[in-house]
Each structure stands twice: as structure tokens, then as C-alpha cells.
């Protein structure tokens, strides 16, 4: 009777051990590597001082184009800057043809040859060009292709005191899911500008039934787990391709998508910055005019600060902030800043 019970006492504990094992293995999100050719992140000299670029949005105009030179210029100046790493905010190939795996391979060679010459890590948070088909739906073939030839869709690293969290923006969206979009937002000063934004946003959800961007449940799931683990570092940042707040709102991610990203953080001090592409363009929304400097991070009781850096190459948005761009960031300790560096064109 004793022996048995000590067996069962022992495989209970085993069984413990296994199921916390487990809880473990999945209360993060899983681990970003960063691209392949582009090297290791380095342990930080100092964890409360180090700097990173951010930029996203090189993919050319047409699949037959080759990278453009605003791409190599950015990943050049990082060369000489010297950061720990780079993050990129997606749309690194034109893509969108799940047909023509010889195409891909050879547009996602051609971008990781030009982002190995920054000399540092680069990580990506992919785009609907890297994830979708033509038709702008996101298509498992081409999430295939993107890991094979550049790795997770999502994950998350820690450097220094901060973590970094890239999301996968282009999951598929239930039926339904509708846009940030409404014809009150538009404009709302202008009823020309206004009824041309409406006729542009009925069209859109005509030929894309389902919202532009969306983050399904289990990164969610994922997300608010590695938020909790990771509450105690000074600060996280959170990278994806559509932005939460979008210059315009038919680029926004998925309102449902908003809502819990958004209720998600108020939990969490330490989210710094949420930062994402898509829109071709510079846009600060903590800003009047959505083209001042990024803001620097010091007081942790503030919601998170929001940018969009999507100008890195691709064909430039026609408003104020369509302008080549990236960002430079620093943390200090406590806390971050970021510098807007504008490109000639």
C-alpha cells in the first residue's frame, strides 16, 4: 500500500512538473529570430542604454521592379550607426502571387542580401504584401513561403531592460469584421473631401469585404500572457504592420482589433510604443499636425505612444507626411526617445 502510494505521489509530481513545464512554454510569446543572413542579436554592453532603428514599407511598385535605393540607403545608415538591432514594419517584397514560388524567393533573397548590409540584426513584423494574394485576402501558401524564406510571423525578444513583440496584422478575419472606418470620421471639415473619402471607402470594403488588418485571438492570447511575464522590464514595444492609429482610418486594423489592443494595454504601464507601416508615409498622432518628432517616453502612468514609419521605399502616400523616413530610437534607463530622420526624395 505504501509502495503504490508512493508511485502514485511520484507520477502525480511528474505530472506536475510536465503541466508546468507547459504552462510555461507558452505563457510568451514565441521567440523572434532575426532574419536569416542578418546575424545575432549581441549581449548589450549596457541593458539600460542602447539605441535601434525602425523603418518598413521598402516593397517596389510593381512584382518585375527591383528594391529601390531607399531601402539600402536606410539599412546603410544603420551600418554606420551602429544600433543593436533593427525592427521592420513589413511589406519587404512586393509578393501577393502564391502562384509563383520562384518569384518570392527570389524577391525575399534580393531584400535579405540589402538588410544584412546594416551589419545588425533585423527582425520584420510581415505586411499584406509578404501575406496576402492579389486580391488583399491573406492566403496560407504565402504565410508558407514568408517562413521558409524569413522566419515566424510573430514573436517576441527581450534586450536590455525592454521587450520587443512583433505582431502578424494579416490574419484572417472572421466574416464581418468591419474597418475603423465610418463616414463621420472621413472628414469632417470638408464635405468634398468628405464624399470622395466615402465613395473610396465604399469601394474598398466592395472589393475587401473584411477589415484591412486584424490580429486573431491567439496572438491575443499570446500578447496579454507576454505582457504579464514581461510587466516588470522598463518598457515594451510592439510592432505591426497596420496601424491602431492610422493617418487614415481605412488603413487602421480591424475595430475589434483596436478595442483589445487598446483595452489590453491599460492593464500594462510599460507599453511605450506601438509602432506599425502600412500607410506610406510619416504620421505621429500625438502630434497637431501628425509630423512632429515622435515623443519621448517618461512617464509610464501615459497610454502608449503610437507612430507609423512606412516610408522606406515603397510608392509614397500624396498627404504631408509622404516622405521617405525611419526612426532612431534610445533608451535611457527609464526612459526612450526617438528621432524622426527625414530622406531627400
Known sequence: MTQKLSVLRNGFFLTVLICVGAVAAHSQMPTLPPLPKTGSLSTPTNPQQFTFVVAGDN??????????????????AAQKLG???VMWTGDTIYGKNPDDAKLLHKQYK?????ARTAG???????????????????NAQMLQYYISDMGPAYGAFTYGNSRFIALNSEAQAPSGTTGTC???????????????AVKKHKKHKKDKPNAPGYIDPAQLTLLQKDLEVNKNLAHILIFMHHPVEAENCK?????????????MFTNYSNVSYVISGHEHLYYNPQSNSGLGQPPSRTDPSQPPYYLVTG??????KSTPGGFYNYLVFTVD?????????????
Open 110 to 114: 534580393e531584400f535579405l542580401d540589402i
Open 311 to 316: 516610408g522606406a521605399g515603397a510608392p509614397l
Open 59 to 76: 516593397r517596389p511598385a510593381k512584382a518585375t521592379d527591383p528594391q529601390g535605393p531607399t531601402p539600402k540607403e536606410i539599412f546603410a
Open 333 to 345: 534607463g527609464a526612459k526612450i526617445s526617438a528621432e524622426m530622420i527625414k530622406l531627400k526624395q
Open 182 to 196: 465610418s463616414p463621420d470620421q472621413a472628414d469632417k471639415d470638408d464635405q468634398d473631401t468628405k464624399s470622395k
Open 251 to 263: 488603413d487602421a486594423l480591424a475595430e475589434e482589433s483596436v478595442k483589445a489592443l487598446k483595452q
Open 120 to 138: 545588425v540584426p533585423v527582425f520584420n513584423a510581415p505586411g499584406n504584401h509578404e501575406l496576402d494574394d492579389s486580391k488583399d485576402v491573406p
Open 83 to 85: 544600433p543593436a538591432f
